[in-house]
């Protein structure tokens, strides 16, 4: 059974970090420094460098067994990578584009997967069918991301775009003819008497 004191540092805990912390600087160095792609001999300091890690819990990697599709070889976090996986979907449940495109489906997921959901759907919003539309598909936030998705929401409504939303500050700050700068808020521009005088 876990007990809190599982999660208190051991004098074993403080040595492999001793160790591994020289090893972590010099990886840094090896890897970050301005010109080391240059270095004659770069490529046998990393592998040196990686010999001397230390390891605590040398676990192989092996292939998740998930049912009831398994594992797709495709890397979903991209626009691109988001509409093969979907692809790979209909595929893998022998679904023809029209039986798939021809119900909502509901794609749960983190606030990367709703955004590359949305963002390949407002790309793909004129293409030729349902299915390279993507319209069939209604993005859904898991519960530990509603308010990460809500915050993302409210700050793009508010700042959003002048083009696309009439409502958004962008597009207010074109109608006054002010530069704003939304990451160094122009305060004395904002309480002038003409901004004033606009919004009353």
């Known amino acids: 059974m876990f007990q809190k004191e599982d999660l208190c540092p051991t004098a074993d805990d403080n040595k492999h970090i001793s160790r591994a912390f020289p090893v972590l600087i010099a990886e840094m160095i090896a890897r970050y420094t301005p010109g080391s792609n240059e270095w004659p001999e770069r490529g046998e300091m990393l592998s040196k460098i ?40 209909r595929e ?3 679904m023809t584009w029209q039986t798939w495109t021809g119900k909502v489906r509901v794609i749960l997921g983190d606030w990367l997967t709703s955004n590359n959901l949305r ?8 293409d030729v069918n349902s ?3 993507i319209d069939y598909a209604e993005e859904q936030s898991c519960l530990w991301h509603y308010a990460l998705q809500a915050t993302h929401m409210n700050i793009r409504v508010y700042y959003g ?7 958004s500050l962008a597009a207010h700050k074109g109608l006054l003819r002010r530069v704003w700068d939304v990451k160094k808020p122009n305060y004395a521009a904002a309480k002038s008497p003409f901004l004033l005088d606009t919004i009353s």
């Open 119 to 126: 963002a390949a759907q407002r790309d793909r919003v004129d």
């Open 92 to 94: 893998r449940i022998a």
């Open 161 to 167: 775009n002048a083009t696309t939303n009439p409502s």
């Open 131 to 133: 299915m390279e539309r």
């Open 50 to 89: 990686r010999k001397n890690m230390p390891s605590d819990r040398p676990l192989k990697a092996r292939k998740t067994d998930a049912r009831p599709l398994g594992v797709f070889d495709v890397n979903e976090g991209s626009k691109k990578g988001l509409v093969q996986v979907l692809d790979a979907i």
